[in-house]
């Protein structure tokens, strides 16, 4: 899973750890664990809008980190929408369910190619 990956990484960017963030949150630190090391993951509307009001998330990674629930995507796939802020969302869904002819995408770079070339094809059909 990859929500898990998103909220670790939001919660260490703003440099707080797992108890800090229970805190602030009113949730208990062990869930916040799991749901980190993907043993849980489906939190609720409730504990995403605290995610997100606490760890202060700009609009497009609280959309981020809400498109993320529930699925399996490849972190490095996620590190590059976190990365990239002007790569468009939309095109998340589509990279990360392509089946590969092949290997898939081993590097960030590989993958930011992979989302060039769907965005070209996605731009094409318009």
Request: proline share 5%; net charge negative.
């Amino acid at each position: 899973m990859s929500f898990g990956y998103a909220l670790k990484k939001f919660r260490e960017d703003r440099g707080l750890s797992l108890r800090e963030l229970g805190k602030l949150c009113e949730i208990d630190h062990a869930y916040i664990h799991r749901l980190e090391k993907d043993e849980k993951t489906a939190p609720s509307e409730q504990v995403l809008d605290s995610f997100v009001r606490y760890l202060k998330l700009p609009p497009r990674r609280a959309a981020l980190l809400r498109l993320l629930v529930g699925k399996s995507v490849n972190e490095l796939l996620v590190d590059v929408f976190i990365e990239d802020e002007d790569r468009p969302l939309d095109l998340l869904e589509p990279s990360y369910q392509m089946s590969f002819r092949g290997k898939r995408p081993e590097t960030k770079d590989e993958w930011r190619k992979h989302i060039d070339r769907l965005a070209t094809l996605f731009d094409d059909e318009d």
